[in-house]
């Protein structure tokens, strides 16, 4: 399998927050791109229009990025897509961003709530990375989401924290065990971001937003914007020589 000059960008998550901002970024960089929603199908066709309107071609699926027995069928449903929009039966980039907070202090967290934690956040991001990996191109780029909680504590993120942490030492065996194939992978640590993320508490919550911004030595907490652009650049060809790293994306948090 190997590149052609167009291409596809696969973002779980991608009808809103980061991963939207992430998707119209690699948009307005001259890329396709095919997002994930789990329900919000209108959000995400309206990703799909903003995309479009760009010149650039786009497809939405549904995925529940923490239900594993339904990764085999998604990756037929992709195959899919590709070949109707694309003509390839393959993509270039896998940005694993999907993803959810829940809060709850250690002494109150339910097995419920860490189960679906590890699901979607880590059992979630390696097997469906797994079960993509043939429809990956030869010299692609895997991106995988953590956060700025795996360096900097906050109460009530504990299980969160922990499973993005899992995912930055996954990423590093990804790079190795892909190298092989040319295809890079990385971590993109963003700190507090203005987004629903989390029931919406950097974003609405005025007293949360005060102690990210008095953390971070730019004076405020970060927006989508921030990151989406990143990420894209990310996947350039300006970028190849990047790999294994993470990257914290915070505007220097809790320095």
């Known amino acids: 399998m190997t590149k052609t000059t167009q291409t596809i960008a696969l973002v779980t998550g991608g009808s809103r927050g980061l991963g939207r901002?992430?998707?119209?970024?690699?948009?307005?960089?001259?890329?396709?791109?095919?997002?994930?929603?789990?329900?919000?199908?209108?959000d995400?066709?309206?990703?799909?229009?903003?995309?479009?309107?760009?010149?650039?071609?786009?497809?939405?699926?549904?995925?529940?990025?923490?239900?594993?027995?339904?990764?085999?069928?998604?990756?037929?449903?992709?195959?899919?897509?590709?070949?109707?929009?694309?003509?390839?039966?393959?993509?270039?980039?896998?940005?694993?961003?999907?993803?959810?907070?829940?809060?709850?202090?250690?002494?109150?967290?339910?097995?419920?709530?860490?189960?679906?934690?590890?699901d979607v956040h880590f059992k979630g991001v390696y097997f469906l990375t797994q079960t993509l990996l043939p429809l990956i191109a030869n010299g692609g780029r895997i991106i995988n989401l953590s956060s700025?909680?795996?360096?900097?504590?906050f109460p009530g993120y504990g299980v969160y924290a922990a499973v993005k942490g899992a995912v930055e030492v996954l990423t590093v065996y990804m790079a190795k065990e892909l190298g092989k194939r040319g295809i890079t992978v990385n971590t993109v640590a963003p700190g507090a971001i203005e987004t629903d993320f989390g029931g919406g508490a950097v974003r609405d919550n005025p007293e949360i937003n005060k102690i990210f911004a008095d953390m971070t030595a730019l004076g405020r907490a970060g927006v989508p914007d921030d990151i989406g652009p990143m990420i894209a650049s990310l996947l350039s060809e300006s970028n190849r020589w990047v790999n294994a790293q993470r990257i914290e994306v915070s505007g220097g948090q809790g320095i």
């Open 21 to 42: 901002n992430t998707a119209l970024s690699i948009a307005r960089q001259g890329g396709d791109v095919v997002i994930t929603y789990q329900s919000r199908r209108e």
């Open 148 to 153: 700025g909680l795996t360096r900097v504590s």
């Open 44 to 118: 995400a066709m309206t990703v799909v229009a903003e995309i479009e309107a760009m010149g650039r071609k786009a497809v939405a699926l549904q995925l529940d990025a923490g239900r594993i027995a339904s990764f085999p069928s998604f990756a037929e449903s992709l195959k899919a897509a590709l070949y109707q929009t694309w003509q390839r039966d393959t993509f270039d980039h896998l940005v694993n961003n999907a993803g959810h907070g829940d809060y709850a202090l250690i002494g109150e967290t339910t097995e419920a709530q860490f189960d679906r934690l590890v």
